[in-house]
């Protein structure tokens, strides 16, 4: 049983974001993530030259500094509770971990989506969902809608659970700390959702930050994929055809990994995903995803939100399993870190 105390932080952590969620009166550590990343490409912008050559170098310059302070303030903070005390330094890691994940908050903001499409008018589902969505939303449809918070609960299925998950799981295995390595994939993610984008301002300067999301979510984001297709037949849904979309179509977006998750959940729910968008008021073609089996409607966004929970938890219960494997291992003498 040597598993349950590294284990323990991650459970709990997890256990308090179903019940908690992220409430509006805590500050999130993330939002410091982000206004670090601000103020160092601030800086950074006024040390490197305009040229291509310039940005990426400062591009560069940006992801050794946000990697350092994502992982090592909470390293620092867990490195001087435990010089208090162990249990304080285990308490503080499991309120770390917690604020890691975020499966409520990505189920509360989509069911925001789904009430206003329920009970009320068109623009409050549209004003909902842009809350939650980077493409244009002023124009969709009530299906449109629908299905943008779809294709965001399905891809961060991956980013906000099942990839945090492992790098926490990964950390306390190999290095004795969870929440550390949690953060330096949020730091990670985070970076790539602020510079990762391939625009003017961007198109060099945030192009590190984005090689490196797309390197730190290839493993997550292809077992969040192969787990949503078991979660759907846990909830009743259509897994076969949920693992042929995902087989055909995991590959039909510019990201090597935001697909993965979209493909499953739309075979699961057989609908049709992704396709043309517009963004700042350019369409951008974009291939799609699934099969338009029916039309996508507002209790597609409860039946994602249930294929996010399950993957969640059979995620949880893989890296329980790597830590019994750990424990094992080492009392075997094959694994001695």
Known sequence: MSWILPFLPIAAGFAADLAFGDPAWLYHPV????????????????????????????????????LLFSFGLPWALLWMAGRISPWL?????????????????????????YNALKHKTLDDARQAV?????????????????????????ENTSD??????LFMALGSICFGCAAPFGFLYKG??????????????????????????????????????????????????????????????????ASPNSAQTEAACAGALNVQLAGNAYYFGKL???????????PVEYEDIIRACRLLYITAALC???CAAAFIAAAILRQTGVMTV
């Open 188 to 253: 990670i993610n985070t970076m790539d959702s602020m510079v990762g984008y391939k625009n003017d301002r961007y198109l060099y300067f945030g192009r590190a930050a984005a090689r490196l999301d797309d390197l730190a979510n290839w493993i997550p984001a292809r077992l969040a994929g192969r787990l949503m297709i078991a979660a759907a037949a846990l909830a009743g849904l259509d897994a076969k055809h949920a693992a042929k979309v995902f087989a055909r179509d995991r590959r039909n977006h």
């Open 316 to 318: 949880l219960l893989l």
């Open 284 to 294: 951008y073609e974009k291939p799609t995803i699934g099969d338009a089996l029916r």
């Open 130 to 154: 842009a809350m939650i969505v980077g493409r244009d939303t002023q124009n969709l449809s009530a299906e449109q809608v629908a299905k943008a918070a779809v294709e965001t609960v399905a």
């Open 89 to 113: 330094s285990l308490l503080l890691e499991c309120i770390l971990c917690y604020q890691i994940l975020a499966i409520k908050s990505l189920r509360d903001e989509s069911m925001k989506v």
């Open 160 to 165: 906000g659970t099942v990839a945090p998950l």
């Open 31 to 66: 939002r410091l993530i982000g206004k670090a990343i601000e103020v160092c490409e601030r800086g950074i912008r006024c040390a490197f030259s305009n040229s291509a050559g310039g940005q990426l170098l400062g591009g560069g310059l940006l992801v050794i500094c946000i």
